[in-house]
């Protein structure tokens, strides 16, 4: 048999992997330091891969993120599972109305799980119904 090359990634799947790995590096720079807002501010701005949220309502969810998380001990799985839901709900239109509102929950839940007080983390989630609702 010969030696068959594997094909290459897809560019498209090797970017959201990279974006997602960038976001859950994001979060944990806000654990401790809640002003490093910048670098998930402009990978927040990469994940739309179609409509893109208001600069306004990113600036919002960043700040608002930052003040929820700031001393917080998200685990890496935390950071990455609430990495992939900001890609999803950043691409509201391929995602399902169910599963927005499944992910909307355990992203709550997982804010809550590491001490966020309910309201800091239901500020969070109405940013991101915002954000989910202006990429539809």
Do not use: C, M, W
């Not at 169910?98 to 909307?104: E, M, N, T």
């Amino acid at each position: 048999p010969q030696n068959i090359a594997p094909p290459p990634p897809n560019p498209a799947v090797t970017a959201t992997l990279l974006n997602i790995s960038n976001l859950a590096k994001d979060l944990e720079l806000l654990q401790t330091d809640p002003l490093k807002k910048q670098p998930l501010i402009n990978d927040l701005n990469l994940a739309p891969q179609g409509t893109s949220p208001a600069k306004t309502s990113v600036s919002k969810l960043t700040d608002d993120l930052a003040t929820a998380v700031a001393g917080k001990k998200l685990s890496i799985e935390q950071r990455t599972k609430l990495g992939q839901y900001l890609r999803a709900l950043f691409n509201s239109s391929h995602v399902p109305p169910a599963q927005q509102r499944a992910v909307l929950e355990d992203f709550q839940k997982t804010l809550q799980s590491v001490g966020v007080f309910a309201d800091a983390a239901t500020t969070v989630i109405n940013d991101l119904k915002a954000i989910a609702a202006e990429t539809k």
